[in-house]
């Protein structure tokens, strides 16, 4: 939340989208959790420090029937947000500007509330404002969403921040702030012994790490006024203080209770109690931001497999499948991204599901649609065992972020059809974004050919006037169809 005629009103935050903010992907952390989470479809979010609202106006496309109000302080923010909500027609969101402390029980009752990039860049008294809005305008069954910088990984991207800030005219205005303080902290840092410190190590790769950040950015994590890290162990206590508790990381894979053997192992130093373990986690990993889920202090939460939860939940890869070539001694493998190495999978059941997923339209399955596959695997105890062995080996894949679940099924067009029409928002986006956000809320990039057949996708032209058009052949815009169909961005 920025103040009246601050930094955010003279440049405004960027135009983007939080995946792990998504109430699809929030809901089906809560199930792994054991956690009943609210239905996704028809849901009421609450986003706090929503800026421009861009975050909601995307959820609004993958969410049509949800309510989401997004609230801010800067009114320059949501009026640019108020007019993009207009001209894409919908009419599912509603932004207002205004303080946390307004937030009260006019606002109604909210089954997700969101608080991204908030809670560290305030004062103390608005920490606590956030946190009241969370307690009361939560459903009793609801799940809210908390990001914050943590100690002890901050206690060095701190030195990176004071350093800025030494050399930012408070009086220049905010983009000369960013320059002046980029370029002089850069050249200080080349100033440093090259001695190999850790020291100098550390500031030359944040530095790098600034280069290609706007300065929405810079400004906002680095020469706000506010930017408070704190360690897990204090902020599960504001929580507690206010009848709130932390569930999971909305990153289900890294949570302590999911983490491999020997990693656990080490975690045991901390005793049973889960919030020690959970700031050891982040001491082993010099952690310096988490994303936490939060509900009412009064549920349990077993944080355990429960197969009745995690059966109904749909799952998309997270890499990409490459089957192996050789029949005799076949080792399939994944890999996360282009020019990322390969790895092997050995698990003969996380390889039939991610060779399944692939293969499936839209590159997206209900869990329990895979429980034929365990039918010709040698079960010591026979079928029953199946919606449990599946269940847990979802849980685990999900712990090795090999795909991401969601609570209710991303709707698109899984094959174009003869008037192919792009997700209008995604259309939108495509105008003045690299990527787009497609249905599963994640960043879809759009290059060359595909981008130009896209941006013509407005659901009137057959393929054959596309391809005249475009002046393609018509194979090769099948081609592109079909790539866009993949990527998510269609409509059916």
């Known amino acids: 939340m920025s103040e009246p005629g601050g930094l955010y009103d003279e440049i405004l935050y960027g135009d983007l989208t939080f995946f792990y903010t998504h109430p699809n992907h929030l809901a089906a952390v809560a199930a792994l959790c054991g956690l009943a989470p609210p239905p996704v479809a028809g849901c009421r979010v609450l986003e706090l420090g929503c800026g421009t609202g861009f975050n909601l106006l995307a959820m609004s496309h993958s969410l049509s029937n ?30 207002r500007a ?12 909210f089954d997700f509330i969101i608080a991204h990039g908030v809670f560290s860049w305030v004062p103390a008294d608005v920490q606590q404002a956030l946190l009241r809005v969370v307690r009361d305008r939560l459903a009793p069954q609801g799940i809210a969403f908390v990001s914050y910088n943590t100690l002890p990984g901050w206690s060095t991207r701190g ?3 004071d350093l800025l800030l030494l050399f930012a005219p408070a009086d220049a205005p905010p983009a000369e702030r960013v320059r002046r303080a980029k ?23 944040d530095l790098a790490a600034l280069a290609d950040q706007p300065d929405y950015y810079v400004l906002a994590e680095h020469l706000a006024s506010f930017n408070r890290p704190l360690y897990f162990t204090d902020f599960a206590a504001l929580l507690a203080d206010h009848g709130l508790q932390h569930v999971s990381d909305s990153e289900y894979y890294k949570n302590s209770f999911v983490q491999p053997g020997e990693e656990r192992a080490a975690l045991t130093a901390a005793g049973k109690d889960f919030v020690r373990v959970e700031q050891l986690l982040d001491f082993r990993q010099q952690r310096d931001f988490r994303q936490s889920l939060i509900c009412h202090a009064s549920r349990s939460v077993p944080r355990a497999v429960d197969p009745a939860l995690v059966l109904p939940l749909w799952l998309h890869p997270r890499v990409k499948f490459e089957p192996s070539a050789d029949a005799d001694a076949p080792l399939d493998t994944v890999r996360r991204g282009e020019g990322e190495p390969a790895f092997p999978v050995h698990d003969p059941l996380f390889r039939r599901i991610l060779q399944r997923v692939h293969a499936a339209p839209g590159r997206k399955l209900r869990v329990e649609a895979f429980l034929p596959d365990l039918a010709d695997l040698d079960l010591p105890f026979g079928l029953a065992i199946a919606p449990s062995l599946l269940a847990s080996a979802v849980s685990q894949g999900a712990a ?16 174009p059809g003869e008037r192919p029409r792009a997700c209008p928002f995604a259309r939108r986006e495509a105008t003045v974004n690299p990527g787009v956000t497609n249905r599963f809320h994640l960043m879809s990039k759009l290059t060359g050919r595909d981008r130009d057949v896209f941006l013509r996708l407005d659901g009137r032209s057959t393929r054959d006037e596309l391809a005249e058009s475009l002046g393609l052949g018509r194979a090769e815009l099948d081609q592109c ?12």
């Open 481 to 492: 169809l079909a790539r866009l169909a993949t990527a998510a961005v269609l409509e059916g």
């Open 159 to 161: 030195t990176f921040r």
């Open 66 to 95: 949800a309510r989401l109000v997004g609230v801010d302080l800067s009114a320059k923010q949501i009026q640019h947000g108020t007019e993009a909500v207009a001209a894409l027609g919908v009419t599912n969101v509603d932004l």
């Open 400 to 415: 090795a972020d090999l795909w991401t679940l969601f609570a209710a099924e991303p709707s698109f067009a899984t094959a």
């Open 98 to 109: 205004g303080r946390l402390e307004e937030v009260d029980a006019t606002f109604g009752e």
């Open 183 to 205: 370029e002089a902290a850069g050249q200080f840092i080349a100033s440093l012994p090259a001695d190999g410190t850790h020291y100098a190590d550390t500031l030359q790769a």
